[in-house]
């Protein structure tokens, strides 16, 4: 099992700058896959971000160039900086970690991000 605690969030005004982060504990190998999905009320959740160990990352065509992922690998600890926030990025942001040597995907429980004047 792997445990994913988040934090961050909150109420933002358009153009703002916010920070997620989440720290995996438990059955963690170096090679899982880390990230941020996110889900708006109405829609399926989607990707935001992954990153692995060795620095790869992968993001969301509608957030390139605005948010970027952090791994902290001794720490186990995943950022989501995010800059230019629009109305449209307000969603609950979850964090994920995925293995890809065995079986198993793992969610926290997310936080909600608002971005509105």
């Known amino acids: 099992q792997v445990q994913l605690v988040e934090s961050g969030g909150g109420l933002v005004q358009p153009g703002g700058s916010l920070r997620l982060s989440c720290v995996a504990s438990?059955?963690?190998?170096?090679?899982?896959?880390m990230g941020w999905y996110r889900q708006a009320p109405g829609k399926q959740r989607e990707l935001v971000a992954t990153?692995?160990?060795?620095?790869?990352?992968n993001y969301a065509d509608s957030v390139k160039g605005r948010f970027t992922i952090f791994k902290d690998i001794g720490k186990n600890i995943i950022d989501l900086h995010m800059h230019s926030l629009k109305p449209e990025d307000t969603a609950v942001y979850y964090c994920n970690n995925r293995h890809t040597i065995e079986s198993g995907n793992y969610w926290g429980q997310g936080t909600q991000v608002t971005v509105s004047s």
């Open positions: 438990g059955r963690i190998f170096s090679s899982d896959v």
């Open positions: 990153i692995t160990n060795g620095g790869e990352t």
